[in-house]
């Protein structure tokens, strides 16, 4: 019986989309322990590729009969040898996922979030695979691309697709647990790149300062940016006003959580700008503003496909900011954390400018779940 193989892309579909989807994972348990692919009804089991290679016999209490199997690997070899053996055994329905773990890091889909003025739109870029999201604006035929992922062909391809020509990538800070396709965009479209320039004072290139007052306009329906200053995260993270209705925040409020000041070494310097923005500054603005951060940590955070919600209904669930005693914030932020990031410190300096790793490298290197939140 042939073996079928399932994309990444049409794997992210069937989470976006909330399907049904039992997965069988081959890989050690470590990898599998430390991250994995999730969804609202993804039911998962892990049994290690050299445990099966004497046989399946073990695994068929764990797997269903009337319903398909998706076998996953580290690159989509393993998952073969092993669903061959499945649908040798009598399971009917067996797929195993094209390039693994390794592609599932690389898969981004974008999900309209919602129309702006005088017919432009906003759309999130889920990556699925590293909890990581980016943002196009598009309007009047141009568009901006938010926190943009290496893989920058798929912003491209997106606006060809809709007739948009990219005129400015922008980054919200300095990150640390993903390789940025900010400035490569770019120079691909040769558009203008902005970083804030507390975040850019050791990068070694040219770029266009991200501040309060530059607002940046899209299309010639006139779609604005307006840059706020929101340092915690990083000393330099500015958070995005988008047509006066949605606030993108980086990596400084999630929907679940809030982010953590360590990534540069400076929890203790830094949780006082974090309180600062999270409990004055996004308290200042109109509460109705919808939150598009750059990261998920869970699925749950997911509803409809997108991660999004109003400023008002973060500060009444998110606990990160429900904490309003200063102390007890200081020890929340600073004795919370979650390991960091895989190589975050090589990803900073690839992000500045000052190390330029192979293709290949700079994927492993992402490999991992993103770790930049408090919980």
Not at 5 to 32: Q, S
Not at 165 to 184: C, M, R
Not at 295 to 321: D, P, S, W
Request: hydrophobic share 40%; charged share 25%; proline share 5%.
């Amino acid at each position: 019986m042939a073996i079928k193989n399932m994309t990444v892309h049409e794997l992210a579909k069937k989470i976006l989309n909330e399907e049904r989807l039992f997965i069988l994972d081959v890989r050690n348990p470590d990898d599998f322990d430390d991250w994995k692919i999730e969804g609202r009804h993804v039911e998962i089991v892990n049994a290690p590729y050299l445990e099966l290679l004497d046989g399946i016999d073990g695994l068929f209490e764990k797997l269903p009969k009337e319903e398909p199997i998706l076998v996953v690997c580290a690159r989509g070899r393993s998952s073969l040898v092993i669903a061959e053996q499945l649908a040798e055994a009598g399971f009917a329905d067996v797929y195993s996922l094209e390039g693994g773990m390794t592609a599932w890091s690389e898969c981004l889909e974008p999900v309209k979030i919602g129309d702006l003025q005088g017919g432009g739109a906003i759309y999130q870029f889920v990556r699925l695979g590293k909890g990581c999201l980016s943002y196009l604006i598009a309007s009047g035929g141009e568009a901006a691309v938010v926190d943009a992922a290496r893989m920058i062909d798929v912003y491209r391809r997106f606006a060809d697709g809709h007739g948009l020509v990219i005129k400015y990538a922008l980054d919200t800070h300095l990150h640390a647990d993903h390789i940025s396709g900010g400035k490569a965009l770019a120079e691909a479209v040769n558009g203008m790149y902005y970083l804030p320039p507390k975040d850019g004072e050791q990068v070694g290139f040219a770029y266009q300062p991200l501040v309060e007052g530059g607002d940046i306009s899209v299309g010639q329906t006139k779609i604005v940016i307006r840059p706020v200053y929101s340092p915690g995260h990083t000393i330099g993270s500015t958070s995005l006003i988008v047509d006066g209705k949605y606030l993108l925040t980086g990596d400084t409020l999630f929907v679940d959580s809030i982010g953590r000041p360590d990534l540069a070494g400076k929890a203790r310097e830094w949780v006082g700008d974090l309180r600062n923005t999270l409990h004055k500054k996004y308290k200042g603005l109109p509460q109705d503003l919808i939150v598009l951060p750059a990261h998920f940590a869970r699925i749950n955070e997911m509803e409809n496909g997108r991660i999004q919600a109003t400023l008002a209904t973060l500060f009444e669930k998110n606990v990160g900011l429900r904490v309003q005693d200063e102390e007890a914030f200081r020890r929340m932020v600073t004795g919370n954390l979650p390991p960091q990031p895989n190589a975050y410190q090589e990803i900073r300096q690839v992000n500045m400018g000052k190390l330029t790793p192979e293709e290949n490298e700079q994927r492993m290197m992402e490999i991992g779940p993103n770790r930049c939140a408090v919980h």
